[in-house]
């Protein structure tokens, strides 16, 4: 898909070697004494990296130190070594909006879904409650991807992703039994009016998704941002969701940008600059900020968590853990 002639390619290229004007641009090598410093981190292959067959000769900004593959191997995944690192340094809480969580494949009978993420996250909780420290992660996704919620496809990405959540339930309710929910938030944001403002006073829950969503005025928040705040000390933005498509390193290339405070400056400047950006900047499409530490606010409302069709099997069930959701970030089933 998209534009892919040579001319096409060729004017992306040229603006790409723009960008190497240190006239215009600051330079990777240029001093910062800025608040934050940051890292570059990718999912991409060899074989994507370097000078491009349609130029007769690499140019010389090209053939910079930087531009070099340093890797032994031909994938690199530094995407999700940066997500695995910061997570196992995680202090009091961590926060993630992504398009789709799916990972830990080999603790739900998924072996090609290797991504470490979810069982990092569980392993770090773990610790923290062993320790007696307060910590909570706070993970927040669509209802559903994008698309005929009822496709083979949608159905199958939300089964796994019910299956990850599952897993890391599971794991938590082996060490704290119902009090899993003081360490964890699956958020699933919605628009919603209540019924007493509608026409006639009341739901409707017959006819067309459309034409239900027009009446009712409740529908999904589509959340698609990627990004990740941990103790307000260390950031993650880009374009990889926490799939093993964009997480691999093989798959998809995806490109993401770690923060955290310069060695120049103290740690109170950097959270001091981070509480101020306004919440819909720092919370992407669902417009919400990173919440504190301790219980989800009651401020945000979700709906209650997303199942796969009845057909579906997983491995155990955490139906009834998993239905207390809505107790915490709920008001109610988004119709």
Request: proline share 7%.
């Amino acid at each position: 898909m998209g534009d892919d002639s040579k001319d096409d390619v060729r004017a992306v290229q040229r603006k790409f070697v723009s960008l190497f004007d240190a006239t215009k641009f600051v330079q990777q090598s240029d001093p910062d004494e800025g608040p934050w410093s940051a890292q570059l981190v990718r999912s991409i292959v060899h074989e994507h990296w370097g000078a491009s067959d349609l130029w007769k000769e690499a140019p010389e900004w090209l053939r910079k130190r930087e531009f070099r593959w340093p890797l032994k191997g031909d994938v690199e995944s530094s995407i999700q070594a940066a997500y695995v690192q910061a997570i196992s340094q995680a202090e009091r809480f961590v926060y993630i909006e992504t398009q789709y969580f799916i990972g830990s494949g080999s603790k739900w009978d998924r072996s090609g879904v290797k991504n470490r993420v979810p069982e990092t996250i569980v392993a770090r909780t773990l610790d923290r409650i062993e320790k007696g420290l307060p910590f909570h992660t706070y993970i927040v996704v669509p209802m559903f991807p994008e698309g005929d919620p009822t496709s083979a496809g949608n159905v199958a990405q939300r089964m796994f992703q019910w299956n990850t959540i599952n897993y890391m339930i599971l794991a938590l309710q082996a060490k704290v039994a119902e009090r899993w929910s003081d360490y964890i938030t699956f958020a699933f944001p919605a628009r919603w009016t209540d019924k007493s403002q509608l026409d006639g006073g009341a739901l409707l829950a017959k006819g067309d998704r459309k034409t239900r969503v027009k009446h009712n005025k409740r529908y999904m928040i589509y959340v698609h941002s990627k990004a990740m705040i941990v103790d307000d000390r260390y950031a993650i933005v880009g374009s990889a969701n926490l799939n093993e498509r964009s997480l691999a390193g093989g798959r998809d290339t995806e490109i993401a940008m770690t923060l955290w405070p310069s060695s120049n400056q103290n740690e109170e400047t950097c959270v001091s600059a981070a509480a101020g950006v306004p919440p819909a900047t720092v919370g992407g499409t669902s417009g919400l900020a990173a919440p504190p530490p301790g219980r989800a606010p009651r401020a945000h409302r979700a709906c209650a968590i997303s199942r796969p069709p009845p057909s579906t099997t997983t491995r155990a069930s955490a139906a009834p853990a998993l239905r207390k959701v809505a107790g915490t970030f709920a008001r109610g089933p988004c119709t």
